[in-house]
């Protein structure tokens, strides 16, 4: 890993099974921007709902525009927002798997 400011998240939900699961951990690369097929970790703003997700990225409408899509879209459809509704949105560079379950 080359950023300096990267960190690992822990997934949570069914959103991104069966290629990302629950408790799985996502390294994220906040220096780099998200291209379009990604799969990022995106936060919103308050005034946008708030949260943390992980989906895949892809820009619309010259990049006004951002779709979240899951892996598992039967349960959670594609989610669309304005850009400037996030307050970051970064890159997944890899994701750890948990084999061992508690």
Request: hydrophobic share 40%; glycine share 8%; charged share 25%.
């Amino acid at each position: 890993m080359t950023d300096p400011k990267a960190f690992g998240v822990t997934i949570r939900g069914d959103s991104m099974v069966p290629v990302i699961n629950d408790g799985d951990v996502a390294i994220l690369v906040p220096s780099s921007a998200p291209r379009g097929g990604e799969v990022v970790v995106a936060r919103l703003s308050e005034e946008a709902g708030g949260g943390v997700m992980c989906k895949v990225y892809t820009p619309k409408d010259a990049g006004a525009k951002v779709v979240l899509t899951s892996y598992n879209s039967a349960v959670h459809p594609p989610l669309e927002f304005r850009r400037e509704d996030f307050v970051w949105l970064y890159p997944v560079d890899s994701v750890t798997k948990k084999f061992r379950r508690p």
